[in-house]
């Protein structure tokens, strides 16, 4: 795929992920549409785009927002009238047992991470049927590919995206508009600092699962990023992005139900 004077809008481009695919892209002549809930983000976003000369604007966004994700097409349309790539990367994380974690910390979790995904596919899917060749590109996780404890609502939602994708991708077939699902492993964003955690873990154990969740992060956002871009370059249909993402595919298609026996050992803190 070209992605020269291409258009894309990419959520959750304020930091991580979001930014470094942002920077591959510009890299490469595509216009951008920035959207995050952190205004102070998408603005070091931009600055770091600048010197590309690439079309950007900036759209403060919170995914869960319905009214907001309805409103956004015409605004992308308005300034760059067209759209060609879709990319839902805005997301969040929770920690905690099942039982430990509310249901209103799982609910607001789900409205970001999987429904934020379905309501920006829904809102731009008409735009993107009206290109020659255009893509939705739906971050989902390694942890779309495992689940291990203490993750049973970011899981979920993951999971819920790998499946929204593939579904999709089925239905679309033949279309000028394809899918595709992205499952990163351990990337060095700032998602498990930020992240929430159940009510009731003492400080020390709050500490001590961040950490180990830090000790996991290591590849640099810009290479994840430069991964997406040339995955979507390919027209792949599924991106693992990390050597971590791509041993737990394989050990999970062998080992679909003990998997985790074999995988815990290299995540324990």
């Known amino acids: 795929m070209n992605l020269q004077d291409r258009v894309a809008v990419i959520t959750g481009a304020g930091s991580g992920i979001g930014r470094a695919t942002a920077v591959s892209l510009a890299r490469r002549g595509c216009h951008l549409a920035l959207a995050d809930i952190d205004g102070a983000g998408l603005a070091q976003t931009a600055a770091a785009i600048e010197a590309f000369g690439v079309r950007t604007t900036c759209h403060r966004l919170d995914v869960a927002d319905r009214t907001l994700v309805q409103a956004l097409p015409a605004q992308v349309l308005t300034d760059h009238g067209r759209v060609d790539l879709l990319i839902n990367n805005a997301g969040v994380?929770?920690?905690?047992?099942?039982?430990?974690?509310?249901?209103?910390?799982?609910?607001?979790?789900?409205?970001?991470?999987?429904?934020?995904?379905?309501?920006?596919?829904?809102?731009?899917?008409?735009?993107l049927r009206a290109g020659d060749d255009t893509r939705i590109v739906n971050v989902s996780s390694l942890y779309g590919l495992i689940s291990p404890p203490g993750q049973a609502a970011y899981s979920a939602s993951k999971f819920a995206v790998r499946g929204f994708s593939n579904a999709l991708r089925h239905e679309l077939q033949g279309s000028n508009v394809a899918v595709t699902v992205v499952h990163p492993g351990g990337i060095a964003t700032s998602i498990a600092k930020n992240a929430r955690v159940a009510d009731g873990l003492s400080t020390e154990e709050i500490r001590r699962r961040k950490a180990v969740a830090e000790k996991l992060l290591r590849m640099p956002p810009e290479k994840a990023g430069e991964i997406i871009v040339r995955g979507i370059e390919r027209r792949k249909s599924r991106i693992l992005v990390g050597m971590d993402a791509r041993i737990a595919a394989i050990v999970e298609r062998i080992a679909p139900v003990g998997y985790w026996s074999f995988l815990k050992l290299g995540v324990k803190g």
């Open 93 to 127: 994380a929770l920690g905690g047992y099942f039982e430990q974690v509310s249901e209103a910390d799982f609910d607001w979790l789900m409205e970001i991470n999987f429904h934020g995904v379905v309501r920006m596919t829904r809102a731009f899917l008409p735009h």
